[in-house]
């Protein structure tokens, strides 16, 4: 059982809009930052976004993420094929001297 | 460019222990910290442990609290995870990540990963 939640899997059509939804509480989403990690198969993952809303040099636009209070999102425009992969949010928690904590992770299948 | 290259794949007993490294280049060592994530068959990501190359101070997943041991060489940039008592669930893919600001989960590049599997 991971201390983020995540919905197990998504799906859409090329040049469609999907979202994926990261839940948490006080002590991680509510007064962390929120990151973001692709990873394709058989790969290690790739950060995607950070610190909420920003995409590192080199990723597409088409990627954007946003947090309001104890819950974050990440939404992807114009869907395409290579974006099939599991995507994992990530946050500091607070409690326990502090530990870094996990989604549990999202199948995106583009269809 | 920014590489972390890590040890290859282990097989191991149950009860031995692994120590996995994690090479650095490209960048000062020093002026990040490495953080260990494992990823079992099938499963998601878990946060282990962080290091800071800086200083040597760590912060350990409570759950694995007495088994793991994070340490590094700056002579050499290199980083050590070191895992003890060794038991099937710890059957994962370990990865060592730059951690660019502390307590962040902010990893901006990754090792390829490496297998550890534990089995009689």
């Known amino acids: 059982q991971s201390v983020l939640t995540q919905p197990p899997s998504a799906s859409g059509t090329p040049g469609q809009r999907v979202t994926i939804s990261c839940s948490g509480s006080s002590s991680n989403i509510g007064s962390n930052t929120v990151n973001w990690y692709q990873q394709l198969p058989g790969t290690a993952p790739k950060l995607l976004i950070y610190s909420n809303n920003q995409r590192p040099s080199g990723v597409p636009d088409r990627f954007s993420g946003s947090k309001s209070g104890t819950s974050a999102s990440l939404a992807i425009s114009g869907l395409q094929s290579e974006d099939e992969a599991d995507y994992y949010c990530?946050?500091?928690?607070?409690?326990?001297?502090?530990?870094?904590?996990f989604g549990g992770g999202t199948k995106l299948t583009v269809l | 460019q920014v590489q972390l290259v890590q040890s290859g794949a282990e097989v191991k007993k149950p009860g031995a222990s692994v120590k996995v490294s994690c090479k650095a280049s490209g960048y000062t060592f020093t002026s990040y910290g490495i953080s260990w994530v494992r990823q079992a068959p099938g499963q998601g990501l878990e946060w282990m442990g962080w290091i800071s190359a800086y200083n040597g101070n760590t912060n350990y997943a409570q759950k694995l609290q007495g088994r793991v041991t994070m340490t590094t060489d700056t002579s050499t940039s290199t980083a050590y995870m070191e895992l003890r008592s060794l038991r099937s669930d710890d059957t994962a893919v370990y990865y060592c990540?730059?951690?660019?600001?502390?307590?962040?989960?902010?990893?901006?590049?990754w090792g390829q990963g490496t297998l550890v599997t534990v089995s009689s």
């Open positions: 990530a946050a500091w928690d607070d409690s326990l001297n502090g530990h870094g904590v």
């Open positions: 990540a730059r951690e660019v600001a502390v307590a962040g989960i902010f990893f901006d590049y």
